[in-house]
């Protein structure tokens, strides 16, 4: 028989919940069941507020659930995921560093000779359409470039998961599209298991294997689970297009417009959570 692979990332009845100054308890995310195959490719959706970072950080290791537990290949996750390369929505670049010293730092801190390093370095930035570019300092290049920095910053360790907080969010859209289309290149040449918050739900079918949406906070919920039939290899443009795209879309929408209402009603009146 052959040997089941473990879960990437397993989230058991997760509970996040923060104290304010007030000395009041809010609850971020209650009871957050999520798990991640190998090689899987999961979006969060929801409204501002609801926790999905929150959950990328329990998954990180950054904050330990009140309840529940965590597992990362099935084992108990206790401290720092270090299994897992983190990209944030803002740039994470060294700005006094050009773009090859970036994405070497990340091996030399594990010990790894500066030259090869450096060598690696180049290899990932020419993976990333900026062979050419590794003399320059963050502040020269635009922010799909950085981007592209950042990912081959995180990459070049070999995380075998990816945890990833609108990285693309700051883009324009065409932009976005083209480092979707290479997020999914890079992907497809390993298949690690990906974990992807994003408010915008046609990036996350585009993008993922599955959709979860989670419901608006305080005390925000994993509602809705959807399994996406697109096949791939996919194009960010053309999957767009394409009819299971847009029913998919409606059938999703349908359940999260509610859930959109509800977080604007309550951001003018509700205590700050997590996004």
């Known amino acids: 028989m052959e040997k089941t692979k473990p879960t990437a990332v397993a989230l058991d009845d997760a509970t996040v919940a923060f104290r304010l100054a007030d000395a009041r308890v809010y609850t971020a995310v209650e009871k957050a069941r999520l ?15 609801c926790g999905k970072s929150t959950l990328l950080n329990v998954a990180a290791g950054l904050l330990r659930p009140a309840s529940g537990k965590v597992r990362i290949f099935d084992q108990p996750l206790t401290d720092l995921n270090r299994q897992a390369g ?12 050009t773009a090859i010293d970036n994405v070497a730092v990340g091996l030399e801190i594990t010990g790894v000779p500066r030259k090869q390093a450096l060598e690696r370095a180049q290899v990932w930035l020419t993976s990333v359409g900026l062979g050419a570019f590794g003399n320059r300092y ?51 040449a390993d298949r690690k298991a990906v974990l992807f918050v994003t408010h915008d739900l046609e990036e996350a ?30 194009d960010i443009s053309e999957v767009r297009m394409e009819k299971d795209f847009h029913a998919l879309h409606r059938e999703i929408w ?9 977080g604007y009603a309550q951001s003018s009146q509700a205590p700050a959570g997590a996004a």
């Open 86 to 97: 983190y990209l944030f929505q803002a740039d994470a670049l060294f700005p006094w560093k």
């Open 254 to 262: 349908s359940v999260l417009k509610d859930e959109v209402m509800k």
């Open 138 to 188: 963050p502040h020269m290049l635009s922010g799909g470039q950085r981007k592209r920095v950042g990912l081959a910053q995180v990459l070049i360790r070999d995380p075998k998961i990816l945890l990833m907080d609108e990285p693309f969010g700051p883009l324009d859209a065409q932009t976005r599209q083209i480092m979707g289309n290479l997020l999914l290149d890079l992907w497809n």
């Open 35 to 49: 798990s991640i195959e190998h090689g899987e490719f999961v979006a969060i959706v929801g409204p501002t507020g």
């Open 205 to 234: 079918i585009a993008l993922a294997d599955r959709v979860v949406i989670m419901s608006a906070g305080p005390s925000a919920r994993i509602i809705g689970d959807w399994r996406v039939p697109l096949a791939r290899p996919r």
